[in-house]
């Protein structure tokens, strides 16, 4: 029975040893080879548990998710002769296993290989397009022929582009200084500008304003003189008339206001005989005249 027991356990332990070695799970978001003694023999894409001949047969893992590119700024020159500081990446992924492993092998040199490709699709893309055509008026155009470009070149290595952007396009710092210092200069030229055609309007605003008002106060001044002359016409027409009513009554009146303001108490003084016509109603209240 000891002897059974250890043989059992023996088979047991071999089974396993054997099961470890042959069989291997493929995730969800991989996809495998199987190699013998470097040669491939079957492409597995479907996630689950596989099997292998243990010991000949060896397993090569690849990724099946979308991957990311990241490659360093570069300088590039557009075709109106400007320099840009372009920094650009790109997503892709693996759909043909096999071809990728016979090609790059691995990401690693998959990243360096497609690192080269984007750089000179990049460049040969702005290299026909102008810096406006970059920063705004084709950026969308070009980004779809710059990753046609790169998918052309990369489905040589079993993978597919899945798209190119560029995340920056800037002029180089010196440039950029120049280009604001430009810009500055501008502002400043434009500011001036207005500045000079607002004091032009100013001051004729102020002139139209000046003649307005000369002709409002000379308007002024001539209806004034017409209606101080029409008062006076006035006055002088009720005196006549009061005069003509009663001469008498009109005289004394004068005479009152002439004692009014001949007389003032501001300490005048005046040399003037008792017999005077001044004073024709003082001696007299009928004013001279006989009584009858």
Same mark, same amino acid.
């Given at each position: 029975? &000891?002897?059974?027991?250890?043989?059992?356990?023996?088979?047991?332990? $071999?089974?396993?040893?054997?099961?470890?070695?042959?069989?291997?799970?493929?995730?969800?978001?991989?996809?495998?080879?199987?190699?013998?003694?470097?040669?491939?023999?079957?492409?597995?894409?479907?996630?689950?548990?596989?099997?292998?001949?243990?010991?000949?047969?060896?397993?090569?893992?690849?990724?099946?998710?979308?991957?990311?590119?990241?490659?360093?700024?570069?300088?590039?020159?557009?075709?109106?002769?400007?320099?840009? #500081?372009?920094?650009?990446?790109?997503?892709? &992924?693996?759909?043909?296993?096999? $071809?990728?492993?016979?090609?790059?092998?691995?990401?690693?040199?998959?990243?360096?290989?497609?690192?080269?490709?984007?750089?000179?699709?990049?460049?040969?893309?702005?290299?026909?397009?102008?810096?406006?055509?970059?920063?705004?008026?084709?950026?969308?155009?070009?980004?779809?022929?710059?990753?046609?470009?790169?998918?052309?070149?990369?489905?040589?290595?079993?993978?597919?582009?899945?798209?190119?952007?560029?995340?920056?396009?800037?002029?180089?710092?010196?440039?950029?200084?120049?280009?604001?210092?430009?810009?500055?200069?501008?502002?400043?030229?434009?500011?001036?500008?207005?500045?000079?055609?607002?004091?032009?309007?100013?001051?004729?605003?102020?002139?139209?304003?000046?003649?307005? #008002?000369?002709?409002? &106060?000379?308007?002024?001044?001539?209806?004034?003189?017409?209606?101080?002359?029409?008062?006076?016409?006035?006055?002088?027409?009720?005196?006549?008339?009061?005069?003509?009513?009663?001469?008498?009554?009109?005289?004394?009146?004068?005479?009152?206001?002439?004692?009014?303001?001949?007389?003032?108490?501001?300490?005048?003084?005046?040399?003037?005989?008792?017999?005077?016509?001044?004073?024709?109603?003082?001696?007299?209240?009928?004013?001279?005249?006989?009584?009858?």
């Amino acid at each position: 029975m &000891k002897t059974f027991s250890a043989g059992l356990l023996v088979l047991l332990a $071999l089974v396993g040893a054997l099961a470890y070695f042959s069989l291997f799970i493929v995730d969800q978001t991989q996809q495998a080879i199987v190699l013998e003694f470097g040669k491939t023999k079957k492409v597995i894409k479907d996630p689950g548990l596989k099997w292998k001949i243990p010991f000949v047969q060896t397993v090569q893992y690849f990724d099946k998710r979308i991957l990311d590119l990241d490659t360093p700024a570069q300088e590039v020159i557009a075709s109106d002769e400007k320099r840009l #500081v372009v920094d650009s990446f790109a997503r892709y &992924k693996i759909v043909d296993p096999l $071809l990728f492993f016979q090609t790059v092998r691995d990401e690693r040199i998959a990243r360096s290989r497609l690192g080269s490709i984007l750089d000179s699709s990049l460049r040969r893309v702005l290299g026909t397009a102008t810096l406006q055509d970059v920063v705004r008026d084709k950026r969308k155009d070009m980004m779809i022929t710059l990753t046609n470009f790169v998918n052309q070149e990369a489905k040589s290595f079993g993978i597919e582009i899945i798209d190119v952007r560029i995340k920056r396009a800037d002029l180089p710092a010196e440039n950029s200084q120049a280009i604001y210092k430009r810009m500055q200069s501008e502002r400043h030229r434009e500011a001036a500008e207005f500045r000079a055609r607002g004091q032009e309007e100013a001051l004729r605003i102020r002139a139209e304003a000046d003649r307005q #008002v000369t002709i409002l &106060k000379a308007e002024a001044t001539r209806d004034a003189q017409k209606i101080r002359g029409d008062g006076d016409a006035k006055r002088n027409e009720i005196f006549a008339n009061a005069y003509g009513k009663d001469a008498g009554f009109f005289a004394f009146y004068r005479s009152m206001q002439a004692y009014e303001n001949g007389l003032l108490a501001d300490g005048t003084k005046l040399v003037i005989s008792p017999d005077s016509e001044f004073f024709r109603y003082f001696n007299n209240p009928a004013g001279g005249a006989s009584r009858r």
